[in-house]
């Protein structure tokens, strides 16, 4: 078996992206925040600074729940998407 770049791999996902966000996060909380641990530790940067608030795009998320599980504010609040919605993995 040919073996292929984690690179290659990931372009080969798709993505069906639902109208609602499966993940939420209130930026009110992210202010407060000093870490800003998302901005850094999401796999997909979902997450970037503009300026000293967060800005968040749930498009090419990766449904590791990363981000729920390293904010030391509680300011995310995740769900898997629905049904038939967000990533489909070609490769496990």
């Known amino acids: 078996m040919k073996r ?3 690179e290659d791999i990931l372009i080969n996902n798709v993505w069906d992206v639902d109208y ?5 996060v209130d930026s009110e909380k992210c202010v407060e ?8 530790l999401c ?8 300026g000293d608030k967060i800005v968040f795009s749930y498009e090419g998320c990766l449904e590791c729940g990363t981000c729920r599980v390293i904010c030391p504010r509680g300011a ?5 998407p629905v049904s038939g919605k967000g990533i489909h993995y070609r490769f496990g």
């Open 4 to 6: 292929m770049r984690l």
């Open 33 to 40: 925040c000093d870490t800003k641990p998302c901005i850094n």
């Open 76 to 80: 995310v609040s995740w769900n898997y």
């Open 43 to 50: 796999p997909a940067g979902c997450f970037t600074l503009l």
């Open 20 to 24: 609602e966000p499966h993940i939420v």
